[in-house]
């Protein structure tokens, strides 16, 4: 398994206790996932990934419910509802991580760990969420663009052989 596959298990995991027990839990986390996972890097990543989702639970959970349409956020699944979570928050906040890995990790998680159903579920919130956020960077790039400066670069592709 790849690396930061599996740290995006790891936060799934704790971000799931973390759902479920409170906020106490956070003060948690790096003793959970050292205990969890050896490997240093994929330890990094998946408190990166823990510990940015923590910090912007509440604008995640409001971009959530705002393409949620007939779906309340607490009455989703724990598994779909944190699996969301994490990956919008990569969708918003991790720049170095393309748009299309974040939703296709979230996917197979969301396959992996809920229910038949939820791979499709997770796919179409997502793809709106990246959708309300493009047009915004596609005007902010435009706009630089246009006042003679470099764009931003966009970040690079996940590479398989890096894990």
């Given at each position: 398994m790849k690396k930061r596959t599996r740290?995006?298990?790891?936060a799934l995991q704790f971000l799931y206790q973390l759902d479920l027990r409170?906020?106490?839990?956070?003060?948690?986390?790096?003793d959970w996932v050292r205990g969890e996972e050896r490997?240093?890097?994929?330890?990094?990543?998946?408190l990166r990934l823990i510990e940015g989702t923590f910090e912007h639970?509440?604008?995640?959970d409001s971009s959530?419910?705002?393409?949620?349409?007939?779906?309340?956020?607490?009455?989703?699944?724990?598994?779909?509802?944190?699996?969301l979570r994490l990956a919008t928050y990569e969708l918003l906040h991790c720049k170095d991580i393309p748009p299309k890995v974040a939703i296709n990790e979230a996917i197979e998680l969301g396959k992996r760990y809920s229910t038949s159903n939820s791979g499709a579920?997770?796919?179409g919130i997502l793809d709106k969420i990246m959708n309300r956020t493009r047009p915004e960077k596609d005007a902010?790039?435009?706009?630089?663009?246009?006042?003679?400066?470099?764009p931003e670069p966009q970040g690079e592709i996940d590479d398989p052989s890096e894990d």
């Open positions: 740290s995006r298990e790891l409170g906020d106490e839990l956070m003060a948690e986390s790096k490997d240093d890097e994929t330890q990094k990543f998946a639970w509440d604008e995640i959530i419910q705002s393409v949620a349409q007939n779906w309340n956020i607490s009455r989703m699944a724990v598994v779909d509802r944190n699996v579920f997770i796919n902010k790039a435009a706009a630089k663009a246009a006042a003679g400066a470099t």
